[in-house]
């Protein structure tokens, strides 16, 4: 069992992938992840649904839960070739409507077939819910006009070999799954503004920052493993004398500190169009420039340090004895993507450009914002710079000469 969900777990993301095209927009992105997602399990589901008929003797009836099967699988396949989510929705949505029908009728009639057209329901409800209106009224028109078929169609007898028990479970399997099925899919569209890809949206927002949110929703090649060279600024903020401050005080006091501090650190980050990757501890780790590129991504940085900065000066003067952030600025070339695995990754930057960036917050002292060479070249004349001087750092032969940063000129 444990064989068979690890597989699962390697292979659905491959699956969801399938017919993913950068030039999507988010929502024909979404669309496309909705509509696979489903016929990824329903389709196996026609396979096992046709298999029961079959052993009931119902060979004809069999044939049609079977046909979507294969109509799914080929479309998928077509889609993974074509990218084309027009044609791909239709040969889901259009099978949907139809075939319990055909199903339904050819078991007798309403009664005989167990009510099995009622999952045609199913069709113009989701296809409202991923946004197609018109599509959807057409679908319910149809549905409506099958049902208005089906009341006027003269039964034929019991239609079947099933017998009554059977009728009856299949009559209670099919009026209840089609009542789960269509408060799920109303729930999981509930509270947003127009269908299910606010919902989505959200819960991909909620895990990433803006920046790398739009990005993995505007192209899917974000979510691979891996990641492209980048010019960056690193912005590292570690509080000094936290260690001795939560030695010695409760985990509920040192956690509320942690959120205070972090409170006045994400925001300026984020309002700088930087991209928090990283909360290891009591630090936090920031990237300027990427995913979303920044042409002048060091003053970013030095903005949202600034800020930092200023917001940390406010609680100290509330709580004399709490930490203070202390501030490493650097900028250069760096790989920036996930790393991990296929069940847990993170969006992150690997390179000497991050370490260096370390390297400096540990030469800041309280309140302090040190910069690279390279960062205080690229802010020039809108930077009020005190060189530290050569400094011997971990992993460099030779010395590098970092400065404090003491003002923006357009902070």
């Known amino acids: 069992m ?16 399938i017919g993913a095209d950068p030039r999507d927009d988010e929502d024909e992105r979404l669309r496309k992840l909705l509509v696979l997602a489903a016929a990824l399990m329903v389709a196996p589901a026609g396979f096992i649904w ?72 199913i069709a113009p409800l989701g296809t409202r819910i991923v946004g197609h ?23 034929t007898g019991s239609g079947n070999h099933l017998s009554d028990v059977v009728v009856l479970s299949f009559f209670v399997l099919n009026v209840v799954g089609v009542a789960v099925v269509s408060f799920v899919l109303i729930d999981a569209s509930a509270g947003g503004r127009d269908s299910t890809l606010t919902s989505m949206r959200g819960i991909v927002r909620r895990y990433f920052s803006p920046d790398v949110a739009d990005a993995i929703l505007a192209d899917p090649a974000r979510q691979e493993l891996g990641g492209q060279l980048a010019d960056v600024t690193i912005l590292f903020a570690d509080l000094g004398g936290y260690t001795t401050f939560a030695g010695s005080r409760p985990a509920g006091e040192v956690m509320d500190l942690l959120n205070a501090l972090f409170a006045t650190a994400i925001p300026p ?26 042409p002048h991504h060091a003053r970013s940085a030095a903005r949202a340090a600034v ?16 930490p203070r952030f202390r501030i ?26 991050i370490n260096m960036a370390q390297r400096f917050q540990t030469l800041a002292g309280y309140g302090q914002i040190v910069v690279g060479p390279v960062t205080a070249s690229l802010l020039g004349v809108e930077a009020d710079l ?26």
Do not use: C
């Open 2 to 17: 444990d064989r068979y969900y690890g597989t699962m777990n390697r292979l659905l993301p491959t699956l969801l992938r």
């Open 50 to 121: 046709g298999a029961v008929y079959w052993v009931f003797g119902e060979h004809l009836a069999a044939a049609v839960p079977w046909t979507y099967a294969l109509i799914a699988s080929i479309s998928i396949g077509i889609l993974a070739i074509t990218r084309d989510y027009r044609w791909f929705a239709i040969s889901q949505f259009v099978p949907f409507i139809v075939l319990p029908f055909a199903l339904m009728w050819i078991l007798g009639g309403f009664m005989s077939g167990s009510a099995v057209a009622l999952w045609a329901w």
């Open 133 to 155: 209106r018109r599509a959807a009224r057409l679908l319910l028109a149809a549905f409506g006009i099958g049902m208005l078929v089906s009341a006027l169609r003269p039964a």
């Open 269 to 294: 980050i984020l309002a700088e169009g930087g991209t928090p990757v990283q909360l290891p501890g009591d630090a936090v780790m920031a990237i300027f420039g990427a995913p979303r590129p920044q």
């Open 307 to 322: 800020a930092i900065r200023s917001a940390g000066e406010a609680l100290a003067r509330e709580h004399a004895d709490w």
């Open 328 to 353: 490493g600025l650097n900028s250069g070339e760096a790989v920036v993507g996930n790393i991990g695995t296929d069940q847990f990754r993170n969006f992150t930057a690997i390179g000497d450009t």
């Open 386 to 411: 005190a060189p530290l001087g050569p400094q011997v750092v971990k992993g460099k032969p030779e010395p590098v000469e970092p400065s404090v940063l003491l003002s923006l000129r357009d902070a």
